[in-house]
């Protein structure tokens, strides 16, 4: 008997944040975290779930810059991600830590 093998694909957040809430609660988690390469790669989940292209549009900066600067290895500038959240909607707010 010959063992059929599974075949997998990779898992992509993008596919499953379909709403801002959705999304937003992501950015927030990673935001809460203080890991700025989980920041990033929150930021850009939530780009490619709404498309790239047009968020990097909106964005001002090129697709290609926007990829490299949300990727693993990637360290954006404050002011790319600013722009891209603006561009995604999504508005940063600060809130006292507990003491």
Do not use: H, W
Not at 10 to 27: C, G
Not at 72 to 90: F, K, Q, Y
Request: no cysteine; aromatic share 4%.
């Amino acid at each position: 008997m010959t063992k059929k093998k599974k075949k997998t694909v990779p898992f992509d957040a993008a596919e499953y944040l379909d709403t801002p809430e959705s999304q937003a609660e992501l950015i927030t988690d990673a935001l809460e975290s203080g890991d700025a390469a989980y920041i990033a790669q929150a930021i850009g989940v939530v780009a490619r779930a709404r498309g790239m292209t047009a968020v990097a549009k909106d964005a001002g900066v090129t697709r290609e810059a926007l990829y490299r600067a949300l990727s693993a290895n990637g360290d954006p500038r404050l002011s790319t991600l600013v722009s891209v959240l603006d561009a995604l909607g999504i508005q940063l707010s600060a809130v006292a830590k507990a003491a």
